[in-house]
């Protein structure tokens, strides 16, 4: 399964990068928002980090849609999704390989949106950079993988990115807050085994990971195909 979800990868973000567009809509979203958040701030006024983290993940959750709409619109214009279907290889290694394009592509949006953040919002950075390396993957491989399954759901349908919308922010919270949370406290220097709960909240983060992608290697074939 993991060869032709490379290759589906490859794929995806040769077309996301070969015509022009890549993330490119996610990233000017991104930034915008982190720019007009700036502005409600005083001249000289520092934004708490906790503060810096939610409109952080805010644009990052935007993005997620904006980058799984893009992935998902690859087959519908191309007429390729029966092409996929009927190809020798496992129907999950669709969901697999559109999870990962997008993983690649959400890192790419946030290597804009962090240092806009640190910039515009006048974050201090502390804490361990490894730490903070994991909770980004952690964080971003959740929002991944439900971007992989709702995609799915919406693929063929004119209402796809309203149903990405409305199924996706909700389902999103608990790995939101989590990010929050984490960022928050590592960035502040808390210890991670310490009273702030970071702890705490990387498991939660990581068993809903485990959760959901259990959730959609069984759902996807399901969804993908209209069963």
Excluded: Y
């Amino acid at each position: 399964m993991i060869g032709p979800a490379l290759t589906i990868v490859a794929k995806d973000l040769r077309l996301a990068c070969g015509n022009g567009q890549g993330p490119v809509q996610a990233v000017l979203l991104g930034l915008l928002l982190v720019f007009i958040f700036s502005l409600s701030a005083a001249p000289g006024e520092r934004f708490a980090v906790q503060q810096a983290m939610a409109i952080f993940w805010l644009c990052s959750s935007f993005s997620v849609v904006l980058i799984f709409s893009l992935l998902f619109r690859f087959e519908e214009e191309n007429d390729t999704a029966t092409a996929l279907l009927l190809a020798p290889l496992p129907v999950q290694s669709l969901w697999l390989g559109k999870t990962l394009a997008g993983l690649v592509l959400l890192a790419a949006c946030q290597i804009f949106f962090f240092p806009a953040a640190v910039v515009f919002l006048g974050v201090d950075l502390r804490g361990d950079a490894g730490l903070v390396a994991l909770m980004l993957l952690g964080v971003d491989a959740g929002l991944c993988v439900l971007g992989g399954l709702i995609g799915a759901m919406g693929h063929g349908q004119g209402t796809r990115d309203a149903l990405l919308t409305i199924i996706v922010f909700p389902l999103q919270i608990p790995l939101l807050l989590g990010g929050i949370r984490i960022g928050t406290g590592l960035l502040s220097g808390a210890a991670v085994s310490g009273a702030s709960g970071v702890a705490d909240w990387f498991g939660l983060v990581f068993a809903f990971d485990a959760v959901f992608a259990g959730a959609a290697l069984f759902l996807f074939p399901h969804v993908f195909r209209g069963e």
